[in-house]
């Protein structure tokens, strides 16, 4: 359908647990996600949709614009931001120096360069959220991943694998440990349970609303990183 003078496709999915139709918009405001009951029309669908055209075409907007990595570029980091500067002079691999992120090399790697380096401090620092929570848990440390998914933060697998979305890098460090305690939660409560929200409790330090409100208000910037 055409939203906001562009073509947004639309993608419909039968899901058994679901007892009413839900919609979405994808994060980098790729399409419109909607899930429906099994027994529905697709038909009542794409008018769900169709009906809800304003809410889309208002949530397009929001959607910041696309961070293209290139000098001068003003790159999120931990919740702060800093300046891309490259030259040749500097080293290959990124250095964080005073609000800049100093990058060398041949100018056309630049943006491969700084999405790696991005992921690897991603998973550095997950990795010590990861020990950190475990600890207090009284877990032994599980295999640790990163995910680039589009509508999850961080899972928990039932191998006891935890995978947290590297975009977090990008977020306030609170926001991102506060995934990953969520995941370590999960290793003792498989669920949503009573038991589990109070043990995710005893595990972050830090306030889990404030958390979960910037990741309903903010997250969706974190894709403008394509």
């Not at 994808?26 to 008018?47: F, K």
């Not at 990861?130 to 990163?146: D, E, F, I, K, S």
């Not at 972050?204 to 990183?225: D, I």
Request: one cysteine or more; a positive charge.
């Amino acid at each position: 359908m055409t939203v906001a003078g562009r073509d947004l496709p639309v993608e419909v999915r039968r899901l058994r647990q679901a007892r009413r139709m839900t919609l979405r918009l994808a994060p980098d405001g790729s399409a419109a996600r909607i899930s429906i009951p099994p027994d529905a029309r697709l038909g009542d669908a794409l008018a769900f949709v169709r009906d809800r055209h304003d809410w889309l075409a208002a949530q397009l907007v929001r959607i910041p614009a696309a961070i293209m990595l290139a000098p001068g570029t003003v790159l999120p980091f931990r919740g702060d931001s800093l300046t891309i500067a490259w030259d040749t002079a500097h080293p290959r691999k990124p250095v964080v120096d005073d609000g800049a992120l100093l990058v060398g090399g041949p100018a056309e790697q630049l943006p491969g360069r700084v999405r790696r380096w991005l992921a690897a401090e991603a998973l550095r620092l997950c990795t010590e959220d990861l020990a950190r929570y475990c600890a207090r848990a009284g877990q032994p440390v599980p295999p640790l991943g990163l995910s680039s998914a589009r509508r999850r933060w961080g899972s928990c697998a039932a191998d006891g694998t935890i995978r947290i979305n590297w975009r977090l890098i990008m977020a306030p460090d609170f926001v991102r440990r506060s995934v990953v305690a969520h995941e370590v939660a999960h290793l003792v409560h498989f669920d949503h349970s009573p038991a589990f929200h109070a043990l995710l409790g005893q595990l972050f330090e830090g306030s889990l609303a404030s958390a979960n409100r910037w990741l309903k208000n903010e997250g969706r910037g974190l894709y403008s990183l394509a």
